[in-house]
């Protein structure tokens, strides 16, 4: 188990989007949330069974419009964890610093190309985005 703690000066609604938008990026799953907390199964690879981070973010008390991040995790199993539960949680802490511009750098599948500029709608909150973004800017979700 580790845990890790920093103030971000971003709202808790955008770090939590912002932990969604980087589970996503990485392939990590989703799981339950609320809007204090999102939790994510990482990936099950050869060194790890797997384990669960979860980013909870809550109004900074005395940073206005900042959030006072936690990211815990726990393995799955932890005889084989070797130290990645550690890795985990700074990916996605150093990711929830970052911000937006960890998510650009980030490696992407998706060839860029013909349908720049053009536009798209997110199929869960509707918001209009442009072809190559891959999260709705709007709610986080998969932009397709
Ligand atoms: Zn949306």
């Known amino acids: 188990m580790k845990t890790r703690q920093e103030a971000i000066p971003r709202t808790p609604i955008d770090v939590l989007s912002l932990a969604k938008q980087i589970a996503s990026s990485r392939g990590w799953k989703v799981g339950r949330q ?17 384990e669960t981070v979860r980013v909870a973010a809550v109004a900074h008390p005395t940073i206005p419009g900042s959030s ?3 990211v815990t995790s726990s393995a799955r199993l932890q005889v084989y964890d070797f130290g990645k539960s ?9 990711g929830l610093l970052q911000g937006p511009r960890y998510l650009s750098t980030a490696p992407t599948v998706r060839p860029a190309g013909s349908t720049v500029g053009a536009r798209k709608f997110c199929a869960n ?3 209009s985005m442009t072809m190559k973004v891959r999260f709705c800017p709007s709610c986080g979700q998969p932009a397709d």
């Open 86 to 94: 550690e890795s985990d949680v700074d990916v996605m802490m150093a």
């Open 34 to 50: 609320t809007e204090m907390e999102v939790e994510v199964t990482t990936g099950i690879s050869m060194r790890s069974m797997g």
């Open 68 to 70: 006072l991040v936690t």
């Open 125 to 127: 909150c509707g918001a």
